[in-house]
């Protein structure tokens, strides 16, 4: 795969904390995270994490303390969750996902979030992606952009595709934008796309719909929820025979067809690096919120024989992997 970076919108320098505050940090600083999931589900979110501190000289446990909370699927656990964090007195609150960075959003104004959002602006966590304001910044996936191509793509290597399935949450500011691309793609390509709920506890039945429901294709969206429940639903797809494209480039290192996406470990790993700068003292609503210059497309060709779909040789050279 090429190497991709990433590059901070319309840069800017941040002013530091007063230093008052910076004296009120603690000697060793704790860290809040909140994840969707179930512990061990955030295999690219958490493990970017972990992997940006560690490259930035913290140690967890020594030099760092990382409070680790899971919903386990369930968002009504999630703002218990986050107060629980906040009467820790955690230094910062680094949050997964556009409805987790609102409930933090509105549960605090004065502790620092670092945020991943498909659509910060849009959804009401930024001012503006230069310069953020108040006391979040973190990362945007852009994902309202590229999804664009996700039917497209889908369609390239299932050229009979007609009817579409997606997985999307409904209560997810974000999603709202990847849908509406997802429409004008459906009306420009003449396919069909039903739109069903990936809310917590709505997966299986959902998936049961689209199984009995005569789809040709399916396509999952960027919520937070959906990454943690990824291997279920590469495992209902495979049980279906259905192709699926993803938008979590991991996917298909865990037996996905398809994903078009942005690097999600190497953007968690980005997220480290606005941990480190306001714990040196920089105000988070004047740290730029960072947006990925490429998307990666990744094909899983063993996935593809299995489904019967020959790739393209144009798709496979415009991959940026291809596992064989």
């Known amino acids: 795969m090429r190497r991709r970076e990433f590059i901070t919108v319309l840069g800017g320098a941040a002013a530091a904390w007063p230093l008052v505050a910076r004296a009120q940090q603690p000697a060793v600083p704790r860290i809040g995270y909140v994840w969707i999931g179930a512990k061990g589900t955030d295999t690219a979110s958490g493990a970017g994490l972990r992997q940006g501190l560690a490259d930035r000289g913290y140690t967890i446990g020594q030099n760092l303390i990382l409070e680790e909370r899971y919903a386990d699927g369930d968002i009504?656990?999630?703002p218990a969750l986050i107060v629980d964090l906040l009467a820790m007195k955690v230094s910062v609150l680094v949050t997964a996902g556009t409805p987790i960075s609102l409930m933090a959003q509105?549960?605090?104004?004065?502790?620092?979030i670092v945020m991943a959002s498909s659509d910060p602006v849009g959804s009401g966590l930024a001012a503006s992606l230069s310069r953020p304001g108040g006391n979040i910044t973190g990362i945007s996936l852009l994902a309202g952009d590229y999804s664009a191509k996700w039917l497209g793509l889908l369609k390239e290597l299932v050229p009979s595709l007609h009817r579409v399935a997606a997985l999307w949450n409904s209560d997810n500011p974000s999603m709202?934008?990847?849908?509406?691309?997802?429409?004008?793609?459906?009306?420009?390509?003449?396919?069909?796309?039903?739109?069903?709920?990936?809310k917590s506890g709505?997966?299986?039945a959902s998936f049961a719909s689209i199984a009995g429901g005569g789809f040709d294709g399916l396509v999952v969206t960027t919520d937070a929820f959906l990454e943690s429940y990824t291997p279920r639903i590469i495992a209902l797809a495979s049980e279906h025979h259905l192709p699926a494209i993803y938008p979590y480039s991991n996917a298909v290192a865990l037996g996905g067809l398809i994903s078009y996406s942005v690097d999600i470990l190497e953007m968690w790993r980005r997220t480290a690096s606005y941990v480190d700068r306001i714990l040196k003292g920089e105000r988070p609503g004047d740290l730029p919120i960072e947006q990925p210059t490429a998307v990666v497309l990744k094909i899983n060709q063993k996935t593809a024989k299995a489904l019967g779909l020959?790739?393209?040789p144009a798709l496979i050279v415009a991959a940026d992997e291809v596992i064989e």
């Open 76 to 78: 009504e656990k999630v």
């Open 106 to 112: 509105r549960a605090t104004s004065t502790v620092p």
């Open 176 to 198: 709202v934008k990847e849908i509406a691309q997802l429409r004008a793609a459906e009306h420009t390509l003449g396919l069909e796309l039903t739109a069903f709920s990936a």
């Open 202 to 204: 709505d997966v299986e």
């Open 310 to 312: 020959p790739v393209p």
